[in-house]
Nanobody, 127 residues
């Protein structure tokens, strides 16, 4: 079992920056090839993949929403994944979710590939 808790959301003006954190609490045995990801969902829109990272290889993957402005990073010792967001735009306004999955070979930015989800944190960007 993996429990995920996000933090760091808030309100910011366009052009500003925010960093989100996701702490994973793991109970029982889990696969070593865990993938952590960030998704976001705006009102009336489908959930979309922002970024993902393999905990074993530290290799990041980015979706179109990242747009070269977001960076995913991890601290395995703290079981924490971060999403650093720069030059935010009003279109980035959404609830941001942290997700965890095991044994994901492909489709790292497909929400259906993930088993565990956090409760989400709101990011609001004003113009």
């Amino acid at each position: 079992q993996v429990r995920l808790v996000e933090s760091g959301g808030g309100s910011v003006q366009a052009g500003g920056s925010l960093s989100l954190s996701c702490v994973a609490s793991v109970s029982g045995s889990t696969a070593s090839d865990r993938v952590m990801a960030w998704f976001r969902q705006a009102p009336g829109k489908a959930r979309e993949g922002v970024a993902a990272i393999r905990t074993s290889s530290d290799s990041p993957f980015y979706g179109a929403p990242a747009g070269g402005r977001f960076t995913i990073a991890q601290d395995n010792a703290r079981r924490t994944v971060y999403l650093h967001m720069y030059n935010l735009r009003p279109g980035d306004t959404a609830i941001y979710y942290c997700a965890a999955g095991m044994g994901i070979d492909s489709g790292l930015l497909n929400p259906d590939a993930y088993t565990y989800w956090g409760q989400g944190t709101q990011v609001t960007v004003s113009s």
